[in-house]
């Protein structure tokens, strides 16, 4: 086998896998209801972040854990792709006082 033969196999190899990977994805999340996991999960922390804040907006501090936790719940949020109404409560919690 030559090496211009060899070169053409790992480019054809290269394609396939390409293009597999393409038209797997979207079926496998279609298949297994992944958009709708994510739509949740997306909606869960969305209303877990809006919750933390509606409860302490009054006095503007938070506890340590609550903050950690509105953090992550943030960073999971944004992951998601999630947009950004959650960003806009995010930047005005992160001057709150953490108590």
Known sequence: ME????VQWAKDICAIATFLALVIRPIREWLFGFGAIRDGL???LRSEITRI???HHDD???KEYEFK???Q???????L??????DKIHDE???WDVV
């Not at 090496?3 to 060899?6: G, T």
Request: proline share 0%; aromatic share 18%; net charge positive.
């Open 3 to 6: 090496w211009a033969e060899i």
């Open 42 to 44: 997306r909606s869960i």
């Open 53 to 55: 804040y509606y409860r």
């Open 60 to 62: 503007q501090r938070l």
């Open 69 to 71: 936790n509105m953090d």
């Open 73 to 79: 719940c943030f960073e999971a949020y944004k992951a």
């Open 81 to 86: 792709k999630g947009n950004s109404f959650v």
């Open 93 to 95: 919690m992160k001057n």
